[in-house]
């Protein structure tokens, strides 16, 4: 099973930059890093997603090391609003039921 | 461009009850997932359609579930009979093509709640 494993919770403060790691030891060649985002009642919502090095879009910028067993999430400047949790997804085209695995994500507070 | 379109948004039913989701997928999108959310946790899928076919429900409690795609398009996922444990959120989700590797597009869920 592709499992993927993120910090429960992480604080920060508006304005800050907030990185979220996501270890997938057992990534598979052909498996994407994709991150979603979701907030109370609702569905969960794309952010980004990459296969090696980095990607960057308009809301935030994904890292992802030579060896691909990890991937770190980095929102610049945050704000109240992104307040949510936040999952890392490992999976490729045509990926099994089995390994199409959320996990428990991470919920991220952000204070004034 | 609509979203993906689930209704109920809310259910509560007592136990042993058959229970009913809908889903329309975003218009052109193929694949058409479900998946359960227990509070607090992760979505779990429970079943995979491309098109009309249903490609992957190898996490799906055949014994009680059941779910349907006609014409490729909507689906219902089905619960009969309900338990107390099937209390969660049902997520449906559609991708253009389908795998780990697409970009999902979820629906707000219903919450299901067996009493």
Redesign the interface.
Known sequence: LAKTTQPISMDSYEGQEVNITCSHNNIATNDYITWYQQFPSQGPRFIIQGYKTKVTNEVASLFIPADRKSSTLSLPRVSLSDTAVYYCLVGGLRSSASKIIFGSGTRLSIRP | EAG?VQSPRYKIIEKKQPVAFWCNPISGHNTL?WYRQNL?????????YENEEAV????LPKDRFSAERLKGVDSTLKIQPAELGDSAVY?C?SSP?????????????T?LLVL
Do not use: H, K, M, N
Not at chain 2, 40 to 48: C, N, S, T, V, Y
Not at chain 2, 56 to 59: G, I, K, N, T, Y
Not at chain 2, 97 to 109: A, N
């Open positions: 993906v997932y607090g946790q992760g979505p779990e899928l429970l079943i995979r992957d429900d190898s996490q997520l989700a093509r389908g795998g780990g590797g697409e970009t999902q597009y979820f629906g707000p869920g919450r």
